[in-house]
């Protein structure tokens, strides 16, 4: 098969962790025999630096006319690098949220899985972990607080700022199917996630969730306000399976739920449209202070690599087989810094990636 890929290397520790998915990614096509052609792309500080523009036209265009985009991360330190003298709209980030709407891309699936090998990195009892958790957290991403209208005035000497959140019944519903289809592949039980007792738009979240939900009689559908589900995170993560939330609420969840696993530098993302194109980019963010030393943990975005073949390729053996290696690496005992423990052995950011690419030989 031949895989497109379009690559941002991005920002901070971007560029290094894009290296080691590369690295697997291109044992994987040597063994089952795929041809892989990368198109690297800038975004953010990176496009910034280069155009003055944290996402061009250009970009977009590349990307779309890929199979598939990989990214590391964008955005620097917002105290020390002159892309946060820029206005709001011109910042790294901006790039990241112009281009998941660009290309539609309103369905990321962050999943939190404890690994057993990792548990001592976990922060919770043995008694809450219970048998560990596999949580696939959907965040809906092109709408609500971060895509609604916001100004910034001054009425007679005072300050004013808002941001709105909407959704309409489209949004809702899209996200939604996407959801329970997974939910039935998984172990069917889809929770969704809101505010329902204060919010409008939480409200018709929730009518239209149960909508959708009654064409999927075999998966069960709960609803749970978000301050709960912050709780319940960490008093008993594994009552989860699907969590399907809003967009702000999903940004907020998806890093606690990367924490209870023991490491943000494991968890994966795809963000998806309504079509077999994704984005594939870890969890965690661009990590300025360990960039280009050699320290940062590239099997987030390894492991988003893998969601990559299993989405948007259709490649589920070969997506299983990265999946393995990193099981297999973690049992032998190899850490990075961020997840290393008493009686293992510390190994960089690129040689992490070389002895995962091994076990794929
Ligand atoms: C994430 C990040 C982004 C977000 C930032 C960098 C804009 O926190 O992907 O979770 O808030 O969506
Ligand atoms: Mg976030």
Redesign the pocket.
């Given at each position: 098969m031949e895989l497109n890929i379009a690559c941002i290397p991005g920002d901070g520790i971007g560029p290094e962790i894009i290296n080691e998915a590369k690295k697997v990614l291109d044992a994987v096509a040597i063994k089952y025999g795929h041809k892989i052609s990368y198109n690297t792309i800038l975004l953010g500080g990176a496009s910034i630096d280069a155009y003055g523009e944290p996402l061009t036209e250009d970009t977009i265009e590349k990307a779309k006319s890929a199979d598939a985009v990989l990214m590391g991360s964008?955005?620097g330190d917002a105290n020390t690098s002159p892309w946060y003298q820029l206005p709001p709209a011109k910042r790294p980030?901006a790039g990241?949220?112009g281009i998941r709407k660009a290309l539609n891309l309103f369905a990321n699936l962050r999943p939190a899985v404890l690994y057993t090998e990792l548990e001592d990195a976990c922060p919770l009892k043995k008694e809450i972990i219970k048998d560990g958790f596999d949580i696939m957290i959907m965040r809906e991403l092109t709408g609500g607080l971060?895509f609604g209208e916001r100004s910034t005035t001054t009425d007679h000497g005072v300050r004013k700022a808002v941001d709105t959140l909407t959704y309409d019944e489209i949004e809702i519903k899209r996200i939604a199917i996407k959801a329970f289809e997974i939910a039935q592949k998984r172990n069917k039980l889809v929770t969704s996630v809101d505010k329902a007792n204060v919010l409008d738009s939480s409200r018709l979240w929730r009518t239209v969730v149960n909508e959708v939900a009654k064409e999927y009689p075999e998966v069960k559908c709960e609803h749970m306000l978000v301050d709960n589900c912050a709780m319940q995170l960490v008093r008993n993560p594994g009552q989860f399976d699907v969590v399907l939330t809003e967009n702000m609420f999903g940004?907020i969840l998806?890093?606690e739920a990367s924490m209870v696993t023991g490491s943000i530098g494991m968890l994966a993302s795809a963000s998806l449209n309504e079509t077999k194109f994704g984005l594939y980019e870890p969890?965690h963010?661009s990590a300025p202070d360990i960039a280009g030393m050699d320290i940062a943990n590239p099997i987030a975005t390894i492991l988003s690599a893998s969601m990559m073949l299993k989405y948007t390729f259709d490649l589920d053996k070969e997506a299983d087989e990265i999946e393995k290696a990193v099981k297999l690496a973690l049992k032998d005992g190899y850490r990075t810094k961020d997840i290393m423990s008493e009686g293992n052995q510390l190994v960089g950011c690129s040689e992490m990636g070389t002895i995962l690419a091994g076990y794929i030989k």
């Open positions: 964008i955005g980030e990241l949220l971060y940004d998806s890093d969890s963010g």
